[in-house]
């Protein structure tokens, strides 16, 4: 189909979207989209518009498969709109941009005085990576809504800055759980000892969520001086954080850790149990030779065979 041939075929199909009908508008706006041309935007831009919500509301979806600024500004108008669904169809679009010019668009709205408007925009800010949202979003980890933090956090942490460490290092202290998650999982980017401070502090966290996070997040760090830390963890109440401990310790290869791991070969848990095997064979101390050998035949399969691949890790060396 020529250049020519697509743009008629869809200025034919959007004439439908002048029927007074608002059921044939939506159908039609499907069709549009449906073409997957670049000549759709302009119909699809002008549906979000639309007096029927109905008809917004598929075109907000619609927009989600296209780029560009002139998108960016139709979602930015739909993320506004009165209607809910409408306005959460253009926030579910706006993080599926990959225009990093669609940035302009966004930027002006992340002092909205709706707290669900600054969220979306704040997300799709997070997916574009763009540089310029970093003084707004550190700005943003001061806003009265949890939720505005979280995306901020996401910005943040996406733009991968050691800059910006004391700005998520505070955000790992916040009032609100999940913004702590978001801090916590944002520090594995920084490879030093200054993030593994951070997240071996979010160790003690009231939500054990954050505890699993600062865990896997310190296996990440890679930082050895984290290890006494970790190994505290693994009398957490929280089996999920005794798992990412394990796992910690496994990355970090802490010798000093293997006493502690060996008791657990023999947790009740089974999943427990392979993971302790699996952070025996990567640390490769061989005085876990004889106590692994002594649960070769664990009644777990999936732990005999950790077992197995352990002893194999540790006669290697």
């Known amino acids: 189909m020529s250049a020519f041939e697509s743009f008629s075929d869809v200025a034919e199909i959007a004439e439908n979207l002048q ?35 109905e008809v917004r509301l598929q075109a907000a979806r619609a927009l989600g498969e296209f780029d560009g600024l002139s998108v960016a500004q139709a979602l930015v108008r739909g993320v506004t709109d009165a209607d809910r669904d409408v306005a959460s169809a253009a926030a579910e679009s706006l993080a599926e941009l ?98 593994a401070q951070a997240a071996s502090g979010a160790l003690a966290d009231d939500a054990w969520q954050v505890r699993a996070a600062a865990a896997e997040t310190l296996g990440r760090i890679g930082e050895i001086s984290a290890a006494a830390a970790v190994k505290g963890a693994l009398g957490d109440t929280f089996w999920q954080v005794r798992q990412k401990a394990l796992q910690c310790l496994g990355k970090l290869k802490a010798r000093d850790a293997v006493p502690a791991i060996l008791s657990i070969l023999d947790d009740p848990l089974p999943s427990l149990r392979k993971e302790a095997a699996a952070a025996l064979g990567d640390i490769g101390d061989i005085s876990a030779q004889a106590p692994l050998a002594a649960h070769a035949a664990d009644p777990d399969p999936d732990v005999r065979k950790t077992v197995a691949w352990a002893l194999g890790r540790l006669l290697e060396r």
Not at 28 to 50: G, K, M, N, Q, Y
Not at 144 to 161: E, M, P, T
Not at 169 to 194: E, G, H, K
């Open 98 to 195: 990959r225009d990093t010019a669609a940035d302009a668009a966004l930027l002006p709205l992340v002092s909205h005085q709706s707290a669900f408007v600054r969220e979306a925009i704040f997300r799709a800010l997070k997916e574009l990576r763009s540089a310029i949202a970093l003084g707004p979003a550190i700005s943003a980890l001061q806003d009265a809504d949890a939720a505005v933090r979280v995306q901020a956090v996401g910005v943040i942490g996406y733009l991968k800055s050691n800059e910006t460490l004391p700005s998520l290092i505070s955000a790992a202290r916040d009032t609100d759980a999940q913004v702590r998650l978001a801090a916590v999982n944002a520090l594995s980017f920084a490879r030093n000892a200054v993030a």
């Open 19 to 53: 029927s007074p009908d608002a059921s044939v508008r939506r159908l039609t706006v499907i069709e549009i989209a449906e073409t997957a041309s670049d000549e759709a935007v302009p119909h699809l831009v002008a549906a979000i518009s639309d007096t029927a919500p």
